[in-house]
């Protein structure tokens, strides 16, 4: 017989969670407030984090959850595909970044009333409440991994059906919810049900009680990719770094710029000893905040580098080449851009126990792959892709500097990255046929 779902001790820390938000939200807005001084989209639209979003629709949508950027990305083949199949979407953020992302890339279908774009209510019940009153969701998808408990039971209490999304259980959270309390992993059970990235994936879910589950990838291998990158890159390239191999750093986080900066002037020395060419490098941090930051660093070394705010307009045509080892990618949306310029992609986060962030995007424009030792944020595809030959698995920032050393083995062709990619491709299809039956078992 199934364990009772909410247990008795779940319900206990269900009453102290809803008692600590109504304590605690004068803190919530004073930091909503704090960051709006920053970022006035963290103060903007206020009423919505309470559950006022205007009129009552008379069309039922289909939710989707994107807390901030990365899960917007993710969720937009999905998206795309919902639209095709002319659903109604209402798409939730907590984060400024993904409410953008939003605007930017779905500005048309927003306009023309296809799609809302609005905060993710605070977890009060009578805030989900009016949330579901205004929208009326047919069902719900969260991307990635988001436990919010008001939201769980909330749905549950409003019979719509709630379903992780794209989902993955990082190595680190299952551990940690497996010889801990539980709690987390018994929230989990109140979601409808998961579409999980991986069979791996699938058995971590259900070994904590998720059901019922469908594996259907990586809703990431299906993003597009803009055109006017990809034309941009080659001539940007050519004006750069002329003959010379390019690396380029991809969504470097706050404690690893050292590794990488010694990395690169360790790589430097190597091929000047050599008498080869010193690769050009593009350096993109991971958020904007530390654009100025970085800079200085970069400055601090006495590299050569160049800021593609001063260097190319708003077309990524070169306004005013000068000689330089970097370009530092301190602009935002245009990461396919610079992945397109390089010849090999080392993607950041691994050099922290924060994770790498996704190498898909790399892999998407055919190149190949370097991570730090940290994968546990991206085990799916990671793992597939290390085993495949297409990324490698650097466990120190020595191995990272071999790995960019003249002659350096790791070479894969853009054929064999192509068949990786395109074996895991198809996420999107397989999610849209998975949500029916998934409904269906869910109302039995």
Known sequence: MAERFPSFRLRLALIAYRALWWVGLPLVLLYLRRRGRKDADYTSHLAERFGSYGPTTCVPHVWVHAVSLGEMRSAMPLIRALLDRSER?????????????????????????????????????????????????RFGLVMEIEIWPEMIMECRKAGVPL???????????????????????????G?????????????????????????????RFD??????????????RAALAGARPVVALASVVEGEDDIYLDAIEATFAAHDTAGLPRPFFVYVPRA???????????????????????????????????????LLGDSLGEMYFYLSMADRVIVGGGFTPHGAHNIIEPL????????????????????????????????????????????AAFQPSEAEIAAFFAAHSGATKRTLAAIPELMRLTSR
């Open 288 to 326: 904007p905040e530390r654009f100025g930051a970085v800079a200085d660093l970069i400055a601090a070394r006495g590299l050569s580098f160049l800021k593609r705010s001063e260097v190319l307009d708003a077309d990524l045509a070169l306004s005013h080449p000068a000689p330089a080892d970097i």
């Open 89 to 137: 979407v209402v798409l939730t953020h907590f984060t400024p970044a993904g409410r953008r992302e939003a605007m930017k890339s779905l500005g048309d279908e927003i306009a023309a009333g296809l799609v809302r774009a609005v905060w993710v209510p605070f977890e009060l019940g009578f805030a989900w409440r009016l949330f579901f009153r205004t929208f009326r969701p």
């Open 191 to 219: 979601f409808a049900g998961a579409l999980v990235k991986s069979d791996l994936q699938r058995e971590r879910f259900a070994s904590v009680g998720v059901a019922p589950i469908a594996v259907t990838g990586e809703t």
């Open 163 to 189: 379903f992780m999304c794209n989902a993955q259980y990082p190595s680190k959270s299952y551990a940690r919810d497996t010889k801990g309390h539980g709690l987390r992993a018994e929230l989990m059970r």
């Open 364 to 407: 998407a424009v055919k190149k190949p792959v370097i991570v730090g030792p940290d994968i546990h944020t991206i085990e799916y595809p990671a793992v597939e892709a290390i085993a495949a030959g297409v990324c490698l698995h650097v466990k120190s920032p020595a191995e990272l500097e071999a790995a960019l050393a003249p002659g």
């Open 223 to 236: 993003q597009p990719i803009p055109p006017a990158h990809l034309a941009a890159a080659a001539p940007a």
